[in-house]
């Protein structure tokens, strides 16, 4: 499966410049793992965010967020965000900080 280079260079800029940033390619897409943490990823034209056990009924709350599920078993604490809101930098922004605030909370690997 290929992913959405466009979204994943969005990704990018919105990270910024990090030395604890890296890029891995899994899930048939590209992760970016901060720490050594897996934050949030492109899979095909979708992003997928770890938002925590904690946030996880919140995120899902919102209109473009579905539980991320690729074996038939949806994975605690992430979401699968689709649709036209990822084109806005704001939601993409709200993802992508959600995301940080949890993984920040975790060891570095």
Do not use: C
Not at 22 to 50: A, H, P, Y
Request: proline share 7%.
């Amino acid at each position: 499966m290929t992913y959405d280079e466009g979204l994943a260079q969005r990704i990018r800029e919105q990270l910024g410049e990090r030395p604890d940033l890296t890029e891995k390619r899994m899930f048939g897409g590209l992760s970016f793992l901060v720490g050594g943490n897996m934050t949030v990823g492109v899979v095909g034209d979708e992003l997928i965010s770890r938002v925590g056990p904690d946030q996880a009924e919140k995120a899902l709350a919102r209109p473009e967020a579905r539980p991320m599920d690729f074996t038939g078993r949806p994975m605690r604490g992430w979401v699968t965000v689709s649709g036209p809101a990822l084109t806005q930098d704001s939601v993409l922004h709200h993802w992508i900080t959600t995301a940080l605030a949890f993984t920040g909370t975790l060891p570095p690997k």
